[in-house]
């Protein structure tokens, strides 16, 4: 199955961060005092849970990216050599996102439309540092020049998609709380709805 790869690398992805989701949210009903768990224990597990998150989805970008690059060129795609991809680039990866979250963060906060800019400028930045391989700010310059010509269009099918995944969102976290709350008692039914909420998240 061609697709074979995709789904279970992204399965293992999704699963990840609704596990970490939904442990951030029992964390957030944790009582820290006399009897409970320890605001040294509960900060130290907390940062586990999200490094361990962090690195499963940066390996992950990488996977997906290079299989689909492999998979679009028309060559074969093994899931172990997406993963040995994902590794290896992983450090470019972490550079290239924190460099852009911060200039994009930036240009959001002084003046919204820098950031939008720079924003769909950089889209495929990712994939240009995963597949081409230029170092950090080669990446950058290699997705502005990719994207030159097509950033309004790029622009529109990222709105699109957004309002697409919010009403999917809602959908989900609406129709699973109906179905929790109706067919679950009580106690049952607020675990059900924790997990119902952070599955709209993970859309």
């Known amino acids: 199955?061609?697709?074979?790869?995709?789904?279970?690398?992204?399965?293992?992805?999704?699963?990840?961060?609704?596990?970490?989701l939904i442990i951030g949210e029992i964390f957030d009903h944790f009582e820290i005092g006399d009897g409970a768990m320890s605001g040294t224990a509960l900060g130290i597990a907390a940062a586990?849970?999200?490094?361990?998150?962090?690195?499963?989805?940066?390996?992950q970008a990488g996977a997906v990216t290079y299989g689909t690059f492999r998979h679009l060129s028309g060559e074969r795609v093994k899931i172990g050599e997406m993963i040995r991809v994902g590794f290896r680039r992983g450090l470019p990866i972490v550079a290239?996102?924190?460099?852009?979250?911060?200039?994009?963060?930036?240009?959001?906060?002084?003046l919204?439309?820098?950031?939008?800019?720079?924003?769909?400028?950089s889209c495929v930045a990712i994939p240009a540092a995963v597949v081409e391989r230029p170092g950090t700010f080669g990446a950058?310059?290699?997705?502005?020049?990719?994207?030159?010509?097509y950033r309004w269009g790029l622009f529109a099918a990222g709105l699109a998609v957004l309002v697409i995944v919010w009403v999917l969102a809602a959908v989900v976290?609406?129709?699973?709380?109906?179905?929790?709350?109706?067919?679950?008692?009580?106690?049952?039914?607020?675990?059900?709805?924790?997990?119902?909420?952070?599955l709209g998240n993970v859309f």
């Open 1 to 20: 199955m061609v697709l074979r790869p995709f789904l279970i690398v992204g399965g293992v992805g999704l699963a990840v961060l609704l596990i970490s």
């Open 48 to 59: 586990v849970v999200w490094l361990l998150t962090l690195v499963l989805a940066v390996i």
């Open 96 to 110: 290239v996102g924190v460099l852009l979250w911060v200039g994009i963060t930036l240009g959001m906060v002084l």
């Open 112 to 121: 919204l439309v820098p950031g939008l800019m720079l924003l769909v400028a």
């Open 140 to 149: 950058i310059r290699r997705s502005f020049a990719l994207s030159r010509g």
């Open 173 to 198: 976290q609406v129709g699973a709380t109906v179905v929790f709350t109706l067919l679950l008692p009580q106690q049952q039914a607020m675990v059900g709805m924790i997990v119902a909420s952070q």
